[in-house]
């Protein structure tokens, strides 16, 4: 059963920027933290992004600093990210994921639930 859906990503050039999306129908992640993750080929999934039950708290892997913005909307319940100034290094399909507590966790044993991702490509 999908319990996360996200939406958002696709082909764009270096330097462009998309804002990936993260719906929760089923209200999963009301209270808990949301972390945004990345896969490459041939890499391991990892962190990218995470904000608290609240928002009141975010993290950000240090390579997207200052070019991803992580948000949530309580009443949509849905969790954004924003990423400007995309490069090569980017592309990567990019999972949404409901974490354990209502903090924000960086390692994947830190999150219950995940969507089935969005692919992000960046072409030079």
């Known amino acids: 059963q999908v319990r996360l859906v996200e939406s958002g990503g696709g082909l764009v050039q270096v330097g462009a920027s998309l804002n990936l999306s993260c719906a929760d129908p089923?209200?999963?992640?009301?209270?808990?933290?949301v972390g945004w993750f990345r896969q490459a080929p041939e890499k391991e999934r990892e962190f990218v992004a995470g904000i608290s039950w609240n928002g009141g708290e975010k993290r950000y892997a240090d390579f997207v600093k200052g070019r991803f913005t992580i948000s949530r909307d309580r009443y949509k319940n849905t969790v954004s990210l924003r990423m400007n100034g995309l490069m090569p290094e980017d592309t990567a399909v990019y999972y949404c994921?409901?974490?354990?507590?209502?903090?924000?966790?960086?390692?994947?044993?830190?999150?219950?639930?995940w969507g089935q991702g969005t692919q992000v490509t960046v072409s030079s």
């Open positions: 089923r209200r999963t992640f009301s209270n808990n933290g």
């Open positions: 994921a409901a974490a354990l507590r209502a903090s924000i966790g960086t390692a994947e044993p830190d999150y219950r639930y």
